[in-house]
């Protein structure tokens, strides 16, 4: 006797279901009836009597097998990695739909704007998500309209998304030293492109942290820490209320893929919406500090951190004595683009002319791993670092904390603007006044790097290259 697919009535409850829910708001809910392949249909807005053509693809789920770790406000999903991979490719925005049987509800996430989440374990398995505020219902049509710029917000609804964004917090350093930040700062702070499109980088964490303790008396620890586990929940909030709210166009999957593929920090420029432009001119009509465009920006690598390593150390008469070198690291920096430049040059004795071991392009966490498993144990008194910016960047405050032998850094250290800050206004000025032949200045040159001079005295190279 010929039977049924197994799961075939529980999937067509769901289908029916989203069909009911679409037929009770002002959306248009097609089936399609082709080979699924992992979009089960699409739903169209319509105002009033009038469709829109903005569509939006549908991937339904029905049963409790897709309900994993319920409470009372929220589920998680576990998708296949396939899955993931078809619904990141797709050329319109993709809407996940769980029916759930037990309380008839269907519970919406947006893929095309979704983070996914692992925990504190940023390699673990990855799963999305699902709050059970999210059903589809005169909101989900209202996120939708905000998904296409429809509509925005009203003076109201823009108080309370200041309020969701000041209530996401990270506090980073020491009690010393401490620093509370919100996604508000992260918003204003990434402002750029005279307030058209907002940037994101870790070295916003850094500017921020820099500018919030670089007016306080005397010397401060340099505790910050730029680690996955506390910095990821705060970033994937952040990025979680830009994409609900709709204020900027961010490529989730392009975010996606940084955090948990590359296990690195994303970095973008993303053009705002039309709800994210207005709520930067509420913010300046109600007197936040900041909301303007502050930030300049340059592609140009700038001089870093110069680390030498040193055979030996010795305090004679209260004076550093070094041994002949071993190794040099000079690290260049892109702010923007949160990636270094680093060539690595050893020497087998003094006798010898430093060979260049490694040179290239490389991310943070790279980088620090780079440096812990050649260098973990090298008494770090035989280590200098020879610091050619304002010394405040996540791999500052890495060699900082890495380093047993630190002291307190003094703040009028932290004060004026860093390399990347000139260079970007350099860039940004001569854009816009060098076409007109109004300017002809040209950028001082950046001192030569590596340093060919020591710390010790010695040349790294006999005769500069």
């Known amino acids: 006797m010929k039977k049924r697919v197994r799961n075939a009535k529980q999937e067509r409850a769901g289908v029916i279901a989203v069909e009911q829910a679409c037929n009770k708001l002002d959306l248009i809910w097609r089936n399609l009836l082709q080979e699924d392949v ?32 319920e409470t009372d406000s929220s589920f998680r999903f576990y998708p296949d990695k396939d899955d993931l991979t078809y619904w990141r490719e797709l050329s319109i925005p993709l809407f996940l739909l769980v029916h759930h049987p037990d309380d008839g509800n269907v519970y919406w996430v947006d893929v095309s704007c979704y983070v996914e989440s692992r925990a504190d374990d940023p390699s673990g398995t990855p799963y999305i998500e699902f709050s059970k505020a999210n059903k589809l219902d005169r909101d989900f049509e209202a996120y939708l309209h905000s998904r296409f710029d429809l509509t925005v917000y009203s003076d109201e609804q823009y108080a309370e998304l200041r309020r969701e964004l000041e209530a996401v917090i990270h506090v980073d350093g020491s009690s010393g030293a401490a620093v509370t930040l919100t996604a508000l700062d992260l918003f204003i702070e990434g402002l750029w492109g ?49 994409t609900k709210h709709h204020l900027a166009l961010l490529d989730a999957a392009d975010i996606t893929e940084s955090l948990y593929a590359k296990l690195e920090y994303p970095t973008f420029i993303a053009g705002l919406t039309t709800n994210g432009r207005r709520l930067v001119e509420y913010l300046r009509r109600n007197g936040v500090p900041g909301a303007h465009d502050n930030q300049f920006m340059s592609l140009s690598l700038r001089p870093h951190v110069q680390i030498e390593i040193y055979s030996s150390f010795a305090a004679v008469d209260g004076r550093a004595q070094f041994g002949p070198f071993t190794d040099v690291l000079a690290i260049s920096f892109n702010a923007n683009l949160d990636y270094y430049q680093m060539a690595h040059w050893h020497r087998g004795s003094p006798a010898e002319q430093a060979v260049e071991l490694a040179s290239q392009n490389v991310y943070y966490h790279e980088l620090r791993e780079y440096i812990a498993n050649r260098f973990e144990v090298v008494p770090k008194d035989n280590l200098v670092f020879r610091y050619l910016d304002i010394p405040l960047s ?46 002809t200045i040209q950028e001082p040159p950046d001192r030569p790097f590596p340093l060919p001079v020591l710390a010790s005295g010695e040349k790294l190279f006999e005769a500069v290259p």
């Open 394 to 439: 996540p791999l500052i405050c890495w060699l900082e904390q890495w380093n047993p032998n630190t002291h307190g850094m003094p703040t009028v250290e932290l004060r004026g603007k860093s390399a990347a800050e000139l260079a970007g206004f350099h860039d940004e000025l001569m854009a816009i006044m060098a076409p007109a032949g109004t300017a």
């Open 194 to 242: 005279l307030c058209s499109k907002l940037q994101f980088h870790s070295s916003l964490l850094a500017d921020l942290i820099r500018k919030a303790v670089r007016e306080r008396d005397g010397a401060i620890p340099i505790t910050y820490t730029f680690d996955r586990a506390a910095l990821y929940p705060f970033f994937t909030r952040y990025f979680s209320l830009l």
């Open 38 to 69: 992992g979009v089960d249909g699409t739903i169209e807005i319509a105002l009033g009597e009038f469709p829109t053509g903005k569509l939006v693809g549908a991937q339904v789920k029905s049963g409790v097998s897709y309900v994993r770790s």
